[in-house]
C-alpha cells in the first residue's frame, strides 16, 4: 500500500498521522478514533457524517488568495468574485456553516432552482451576489425580480432565448420593479473531459449557440435592456482532470465576451468560468486525478482573460468562479464501523483433517507445513494447481465435502503466507491477492453516502482510524449493508487497499471515507431505507479543544416510513394489535415485546451490533 494510505496525495494536510491513529491537523488535533468514541459514548450507533467548519473556511480563502494573488502578479484591473453552487450541498448544517466561515468574503450563493433560489434569497447578505442558472420557468424569473427588489445582487444567467423572453415579460408587467442583471450561458464548441464533461460541448444541455447570442444581443437592444447584461457565463463540466480544455474553454468564452462588448453591450463586465476545479481523491501516484494546481489554475484564467481583453481592447472583466466540488469536498468525513470479515474461517484452526486424507489433501497439508522463503514461488503453483483438481475430483463424486473445505483453506493459507514471504509486488502476487482476499462488512450504505462511487465508480479515499502503526496486510474489499450486490467497493488490484486483521468481537474498527463533502449527500438514496447518516459539526473552543454542535440523528425507523407515506399510526396499531393478539406469547412477555417494539422503531435503521458469526 502507499504509505499511510496515500495521505501526502489526498488529505491536503488537512489529516495528519499520530502514531497509530488519523488526526485532524487542527488546533489540539483530536485523532478521529477519540471524536469517534466520544459521539458512541454519546449514544450514536451506525455510521457518522462529520464535518469541519474550519475546511470549509481554508477552501473558500485559499481560493480566492490564489485568484487575487494572480491578479496582483498580472496587475490585472477586473475583480475577483465567487459563489458557491448550491447543488453541491445545499444541507442546512454546511451552508450555515459555509456562511459563519465566508462572512470577510463577498462570497454569494448560485441556485439551480426555486427550492435552491430560496435558499439563495434567505442565506445570502445583501449585496453578495447570487447567480441563477438552470432551466427557468416565469414563477422562477418572477422570483428573481423579487429578490432583486429585495436590494439582492442576482443576476438570471439566461440558458435559452425562451427565458430571455419571459424576462422581457415579467418586466413589462410591472416596468417600476427593478430588473436583476443579466448573464449569458454561451454554448462551448470546446467541451471538457472525464466522467463529468457532459456540461460543454455542442450537445451540452446548456447555453446559447453564436447564433442566439446574437439575437439575445437584438433583443435585449430592442427592450432597452443592455444595461443589465453584465456576465457572460460558461460551465464544462466537473472534477476537469486537466486545463487545457479549460484554457480552450476561456479563449473561446473570451473572445464571444469582447466581440459582445464590442458589439454595444457596454454594461459588460464581468466573466463567469463555472466550477470544474477538481479535487484529488486519489490514493496512489499512478492514480492522481489532477494534473495542476489551483495557483497554476488561477494564473491560466488571469492570463488568458488579461490576452484577450488586450488584444480586443477592452476593460478587464470581473472573473467569476462557481466551484463547488473545490469548496465542499473535504469538509465531511464519514466513520464507518466494520461489523464483520467474511473470510476469516480460512484459518488453521478450522482445518478438519482426517485419519487418512485424499493423496492431493495430504500434499497440500505438507507443502503448507514446509512453506518457506526459499520455496514459496514453487509451493505457491504447486497448491494452485492442485485446488484445482481437487475441484475436479469433488465435482465428480470422488472426495467429500470435509476435504473440500480442507483443501481450500490450505491454499487459502499457502496464498497468503508466500504473498508474505516473497512481497516482491509482482502482477502475479497482486492477481492472487484478489483470491485470498478479506471481506469487510461495514456499517454504511454505499448508495445512501458514496453516491457517485455507485453511480460514477468514483474513488474515495478510505482507510482505517485507529491502528496505523501495524502494517495492515489483508487484501480488503468493502462490502455495505444493503442486500444489493452494487454496495461493495472491491478489490483493485492497480490500487489496493490493506486492511487490519481484527477480531470483531472483541475490538471495534471504524473506517474513515473522506472528501464526501460534495455532491454526495444529496445524491445519496434511500436504497434499502437506509438514510443519511447521523451528522455533526466539528468546532474547537478558546483552548483548542473540539466540540460538537448542530448535531443532527439519523432518521429513525417510522421516520423514514413516513417518508414512504405509511402512516405511522397505522403502523403502531398494527404491530401492537399483532403483539395483543396473538395466542402464542404469554400476556407477561406481550409486555415486554411491546416495549422492545417501541424502541426499535425509534431507532436509526443502520446495525446496531456485531452480527453473529453463523
Ligand atoms: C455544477 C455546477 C457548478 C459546480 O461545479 P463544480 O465542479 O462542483 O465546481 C458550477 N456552475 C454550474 C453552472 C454548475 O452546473
Known sequence: MEKHYGINIW???????????????????????????????????????????????????????????????????????????????????????????????????????????????????????????????????????????????????????????????????????????????????????????????????????????????????????????????????????????????LREAGNIYADLKNRGAYALSAINIGGGLAVEYGQYPHKKEINYTLAEFANDVVFLIKEIAKNKSIEEPDIFTESGRFIAASHAVLIAPVLELFSQDYQEKSLRLKEINPPLVKELNDLWQDLNRAKAREYLHDALDHMESLLTLFDLGYIDLEDRSNAEILVHLIIKKSILLLSDGSQELLKLQNKIQERYLVNFSAFQSLADFWGLKQHFPVMPIDKLNIKATNPSSLWDITCDSDGEIPFDETAPLYLHDVDIDNEEYFLAFFLTGAYQEVLGMKHNLFTHPTEVSITFDKLGDFKFSNLVEAQNTLEVLEDMDYKKKYLNQKLTSQIENASLISPNKKNELLKQLHIYLNENSYLKTVIATG
Open 11 to 249: 488529505a491536503d494536510n488537512n489529516f495528519i498521522i499520530k502514531n497509530n491513529t488519523i488526526n485532524v491537523n487542527h488546533k489540539r488535533q483530536p485523532s478521529l478514533l477519540k471524536i469517534t468514541q466520544t459521539l458512541r459514548e454519546q449514544g450514536h450507533t451506525g455510521p457518522l457524517l462529520l464535518r469541519f467548519p474550519h475546511l470549509i473556511k481554508k477552501q473558500i480563502s485559499t481560493l480566492y488568495t490564489e485568484f487575487n494573488r494572480a491578479r496582483e502578479e498580472f496587475n490585472y484591473q477586473g475583480k475577483f468574485q465567487a459563489v458557491f453552487p448550491l447543488k453541491v450541498n445545499q444541507f442546512s448544517n454546511f451552508i450555515q456553516s459555509l456562511r459563519e466561515v465566508s462572512k470577510t468574503y463577498n462570497y454569494g450563493l448560485e441556485a439551480g432552482s426555486k427550492a435552491e433560489l430560496i435558499i439563495a434569497m434567505t442565506h445570502t447578505p445583501l449585496g453578495a451576489p447570487i447567480t441563477v442558472n438552470g432551466f427557468k420557468d416565469k414563477e422562477m424569473i418572477s422570483l428573481c425580480f423579487m429578490a432583486a427588489s429585495m436590494g439582492h445582487n442576482i443576476t438570471i444567467t439566461i440558458e435559452g432565448l425562451g427565458e430571455l423572453e419571459t424576462i422581457i415579460l415579467v418586466h413589462q408587467e410591472d416596468t417600476n420593479a427593478l430588473i436583476p442583471k443579466i448573464g449569458m450561458r454561451i454554448r462551448l464548441h470546446s467541451s471538457g473531459i472525464g466522467i463529468w464533461a457532459k456540461s460543454g460541448g455542442y450537445t451540452s444541455k446548456f447555453g446559447l449557440t453564436s447564433t442566439e447570442l446574437l439575437e439575445a444581443y437584438d433583443l435585449l437592444k430592442k427592450n432597452d435592456l443592455l444595461a443589465q447584461l453584465w456576465m457572460v457565463h460558461f460551465h464544462i463540466g466537473s472534477q476537469m482532470s486537466e486545463i487545457n480544455p479549460l484554457k480552450k474553454a
